[in-house]
């Protein structure tokens, strides 16, 4: 069994920041990329940004030049910095994670539970 459990969400001022982490454990053999998602109400849930195992992040343009990606692979941990925060960025933010499990069976994409982010004065 593998799990993703986030923390670190909740309400924060417009230009505040907020740090999301995200702990992977189980029978986790592997880990491969992992990024943050998030979705607002009625809308679809949309990437934010990825780092790969060894390092290489990706983000969404929205928001390039104030949030930041990080990961601790001996932890299993993944974190997302969020800095300048504006009202749009007001979603639930979801962990995610290529994971291959101990059984050797086919790798396979783990959903933490989300985490709500508000963003409002």
């Known amino acids: 069994q593998v799990q993703l459990v986030e923390s670190g969400g909740g309400l924060v001022q417009p230009g505040g920041s907020l740090r999301l982490s995200c702990a992977a454990s189980?029978?986790?053999?592997?880990?491969?990329?992992m990024g943050w998602y998030r979705q607002a109400p009625g809308k679809q849930r949309d990437l934010v940004a990825v780092?790969?195992?060894?390092?290489?992040?990706n983000y969404a343009n929205s928001v390039k030049g104030r949030f930041t990606i990080s990961r601790d692979n001996a932890k299993k941990m993944v974190y997302l910095q969020m800095n300048s925060l504006k009202p749009e960025d007001t979603a639930v933010y979801f962990c995610?994670?290529?994971?291959?499990?101990?059984?050797?069976?086919?790798?396979?994409?783990?959903w933490g539970q989300g985490t709500q982010v508000t963003v409002s004065s």
């Open positions: 995610n994670a290529f994971i291959q499990d101990t059984t050797m069976g086919r790798p396979a994409d783990y």
């Open positions: 189980g029978r986790i053999f592997s880990l491969g990329p």
């Open positions: 780092i790969s195992s060894g390092g290489i992040r």
